[in-house]
């Protein structure tokens, strides 16, 4: 298979994938089953039809609406069908027939479904957190991540940091500064990053935040959903952490 091919085979995998992932956003934060019921209308609750269940082509062929009632398809499902593809596409043009295409588009997927649901819903589903932590330490043996261990002591700082800002939010605040789901999915963070990407993801995520949507939730008094921005900094760990580390303990810190 040529390089070309594998990039269209990986594109047309995660766009299928990314319509299960569409199905896990929009049930797991109600804690719904993503077995059943099959795919349905949200409006007049009829089945859908096999062309309207085609990944972005079901949309475009029903032209965003429901074949039956008329009731409009949000334009969530079909977006997260095509980021999904350019994840696993680009993945597979940067690495090849390795296993670090699949272990960094599987993260990166996991990372998409996280910012998705928590800016829709503020709620960062287990499934997504501890069951991708679960699947980031059963990758780590594959070669181009980190070691088990790393991963294992990512995940353990990931958790235990948020963990710790939490509580001291808590106690100084009176009230929950942070989510659960925040400390949970830096576990999952972690295991794929090891401990210096936390740290990078970490730093990225609050740097983020604070100057996208701090403002907006200082005049409008809404939430920050922490997870978008979580999620922004470990791609951002996963694809440049390694250089910004060693960056900054030669430029900052002066360590060799």
Do not use: N
């Not at 509580?167 to 090891?194: P, Q």
């Amino acid at each position: 298979m040529s390089g070309g091919q594998l990039t269209i085979f990986a594109a047309l995998t995660g766009v299928a994938l990314g319509s299960f992932l569409g199905v896990c956003i929009a049930r797991w934060p109600a804690g719904r089953s993503v077995v059943r019921p099959r795919s349905e209308c949200w409006s007049c609750r009829a089945p859908l039809r096999w062309f309207e269940v085609i990944p972005v082509l079901g949309y475009l062929i029903a032209r965003g609406r429901c074949s039956r009632c008329g009731a409009g398809v949000s334009v969530q499902y079909p977006l997260v069908e095509i980021a999904t593809g350019v994840i696993w596409a680009g993945m597979a043009a940067r690495w090849g027939v390795h296993p670090e295409a699949l272990r960094g588009a599987v993260f990166l997927t996991i990372l998409l479904g996280i910012a998705v649901s928590d800016a829709r819903t503020y709620i960062i589903p287990d499934q997504f957190s501890l069951g991708g932590a679960a699947i980031g330490l059963a990758l780590a043996p594959l070669a181009g991540g980190p070691e088990l261990l790393d991963a294992v002591l990512g995940s353990a700082l990931g958790f235990a940091f948020l963990w710790a800002v939490a509580t001291v939010g808590r106690i100084v605040l009176g009230k929950d500064a942070m989510g659960g789901g925040d400390v949970k999915m830096m576990a999952m963070v972690g295991a794929f990053v090891g401990p210096p990407g936390v740290l990078v993801t970490l730093f990225g995520g609050a740097l983020l935040g604070a100057l996208v949507f701090a403002p907006v939730s200082l005049r409008s008094g809404r939430l920050v959903p922490f997870g978008v921005f979580l999620a922004l900094g470990a791609g951002v760990a996963y694809t440049w952490g390694d250089a910004i580390a060693a960056w900054y303990a030669g430029s900052i810190l002066g360590l060799e």
